[in-house]
């Protein structure tokens, strides 16, 4: 078999080698040169030679922990309070700094706290930015998947009707996918702009000026909200498009056969539209689940991470630190931990919407 | 159980009307068929009636009372599509107690009519499988199941065994026919089978262009069609028609010829005809006999023998150019390439006043 693969089938494998050989070099080496970088001390430019060093990489990345703070007591054993009332707790970077009683928090920086009775409990991690990245690519995708699925399944069902001129319906919802999310971002910087921004002279119009305005993105509670807003709406005609291109294919005669039974609005849609949507919804959710993962190219334009990281993604860290600032081993790392996340959620959803 | 009554019933399409004053009554309890040709309306006949298409013109009554404004589910009647338009993803179960989940019937009544409308289709063995499980025959059981759940004063039936192949069309037919006599109840059958007409039929509507041609009894309509169009539709193979000339008309004769048929005297049927008019003369290929030789009617070359086992399909060629077709006894060889002797008997053939097309 194997000679005859290789010796008498020439022809056969010189068409083959230029897509095999591409897609060798730009898909799987590389896939696979990340797990291997991200064992190793690689930079980008470094006259060091390089060296392996086991999962140390993903050590720092993933050390995480809980400790806790007692409050500070005067000699008599009273809680000292600040002026403002609230409780006095030690310094975290007393523990975390050359505290030989507490080895395992060495190098580890505050990420969140909360109060359990008098003592504060404090989040710590070696990587904070990496952490904090984590969360909002996830609080991302866990907003975005639903609700640009949800909304882009009604738009699908608006414009799945017989109407006159239905079709610039279906092209109006489509047009923000065309325009690239590069564009889109650059624009949206200016709607969200602080000073005399669209949204906010559309707000302030609309409230007879008791609207403010405020920075969308220049405000840790609002800068991530802005871009998953954007996100969606630039996205959901994509979605709107599958989700129609499924509603075809549902046999009008199950529609006439449930008008019979006397189904309202909503059971034809609970009994016939949304069976028949199965296989399109796993599709929908598992693309939207992965682009979401993606974010990059908003947040690299509108906010760079920022402010106060509250907008740093993964990939945007992965980028950041490969390219930002050489660290090519730390970004394989970022990235094989990212391709594993979103693998298991695949994988996950796949099981949870099986065919029982 | 009901009546329905259909009086001047029109459909249009923006200018195209596709049913153009159709007016029908059909007794409780009967089994009406409506046949003709593809785009003869009947469908979309049958489609005004289940609500699906709005009844442009003209009124629709059920049970007395009118029902062109009411929407499908509040009309009383059920509905067997060609396509069974049964839910993939629900068992055959959930299928048949569609309607009855819909509009939140109790369990204990709900298994009680699952269970009667197995029974009476024979399907209890099935009713736990997927549509994708079953047969085509089993799948259009499941939708007649689903109808009958529905306890509705109008079964309607769109076409509902052209999907099935030969065999299983014939056992299904029968069936649909047993449920008739079962059930007792209303129903609107539609076909391009003109099998399946005149074998379930109670009543034929015969359509052509959105108009009813003839409705009667399957018999009244083979024997007596009242058109060109009914005789050549119902019967197979279909009738044989010659181009003739009125030579005379008495009280209820008419005498035609042609110059390949000798004169022949068939009733007129009440039909106007003028002496010297064009005519069509029409014969069932069951009356048409090989005669004595120079004593025939007409003379007709054999072309082509099909032996069916119980009858024997002789194809003719006559002089003027037209194809007649005889269907004779089994046992009778022809040898192909003969000039035979043809005869038939006159009170059995029909005149029509309208020129062959």
Redesign the interface.
Known sequence: MASKLTTSNRAGWGFAIPGFGLIMLFIVIPFFFAFYLSLTNQRLISPNPTEFVGLSNYDRLLSISVLTLEPERDDAGAVIREDDGAIAYPRVRTLTRNNPDYPQYQGMREWFRWHWGENAKVVVAKDVVFWKSLRNTLMFVIVVAPVQAGIALGLALLVNQKLRGINVYRAIYFMPVVVSIVVVSLLFRFIYDGNDGLLNNVLSFLTFGLFEGRDWLGDPNTALGSIKAMSIWQGVGFHMVIWLSGLQTI?P??Y?????????KW?TFR??TW??L?NTAVLILIVITMQAFALFAQVDIMTRGGPLDSTTTVVFQAIERGYGKQDISGASTISVILFLLVLTISLTQRYLTREK | MATVKLRGARKSYGDVEVIKGVDIDIDDGEFVVFVGPSGCGKSTLLRMI???EDITDGTLEIDGERMNDL????RG???V?Q?Y??????TVRENVA??L???KVGKVEKAAKVAEAARILQMEHLLDRRPSELSGGQRQRVAIG?AIV?DPKVFLFDEPLSNLDAALRMDMRMEIGKLHQDLGASMIYVTHDQVEAMTLADKIVVLKDGMVMQAGAPMELYHEPANLFVAGFLGAPSMNFLQVKVDDIGDDWVQVSSTVLASVKVPSKGRGFTTGQTATLGIRPQYLMTGIEGEGMLQGKVVLTERLGSETVVNLAVADGSTLIAAIAEDAVLVSGNEMSWTFDPALAHAFPEPLE
Do not use: D
């Open positions: 046999s005669t199950l006439e056969a449930s008008s019979i039974e006397g189904a309202s059971q009994y016939v069976p028949g199965r | 289940a609500g699906l929407e499908p589910s509040k009647i059920a509905m599509f396509s338009a049964i839910f993939p993803h629900m569609f309607g989940t819909i509009n689903r529905r």
